[in-house]
C-alpha cells in the first residue's frame, strides 16, 4: 500500500490530498483511517509531512465527529503548536480555533481539552 511506500515524495503526495480522499470514502472506511494521520507525523525529521497535515486539519475537523476529532486529531494539534519548525507551528495556531468551536457543541470533549 502507499502508506508504506519508502519514497517520502510518495508518502508526501499522498498525504497531500489525505483529507480530500477521505471526503469521498464512506464514513466506516475514513473511521478506520483516521490513524494515518498519526502515524505519517511521528517522523520528527519530516516537517514537511507535517506541515501537510497541519494545512488539511481544518477539512479534516469537517469529516469527522468530534469523539473521533478528540480522540486522534487533537493530540495532533496540541503537538504541532510546539513543534520544532515553525511553519508547522503555524499552521497549527490557524486552526485551534476552528478546533474549539467544533468541540464546544460537546461539553465533555471541551472540559477533556482544557
Same mark, same amino acid.
Given at each position: 500500500m502507499f502508506f508504506k511506500d519508502k519514497s517520502d515524495e510518495i508518502k508526501l503526495g499522498v498525504i497531500k490530498h489525505m483529507a480530500e480522499i477521505m471526503t469521498v470514502l464512506s464514513e466506516g472506511k475514513r473511521e478506520t483511517l483516521i490513524g494515518v494521520f498519526e502515524e505519517f507525523q511521528? @517522523? /520528527?525529521?519530516?516537517? !514537511?509531512?507535517r506541515e501537510s497535515i497541519g !494545512? /488539511?486539519?481544518?477539512? $479534516? #475537523? /469537517?469529516? *469527522?465527529?468530534?469523539? #473521533? $476529532?478528540?480522540? *486522534?486529531?487533537?493530540?495532533i494539534l496540541l503537538k504541532f503548536?510546539? @513543534? =520544532?519548525?515553525? =511553519?508547522?507551528?503555524?499552521?497549527a495556531a490557524r486552526k485551534v480555533a476552528d478546533f474549539i468551536e467544533k468541540l464546544s457543541s460537546e461539553e465533555g470533549l471541551m472540559i477533556g481539552l482544557i
Open positions: 511521528k @517522523d /520528527q525529521k519530516k516537517w !514537511r509531512i !494545512r /488539511q486539519l481544518g477539512q $479534516i #475537523l /469537517q469529516i *469527522y465527529k468530534p469523539q #473521533l $476529532i478528540f480522540e *486522534y486529531v487533537v493530540p503548536c510546539s @513543534d =520544532t519548525v515553525s =511553519t508547522v507551528r503555524e499552521e
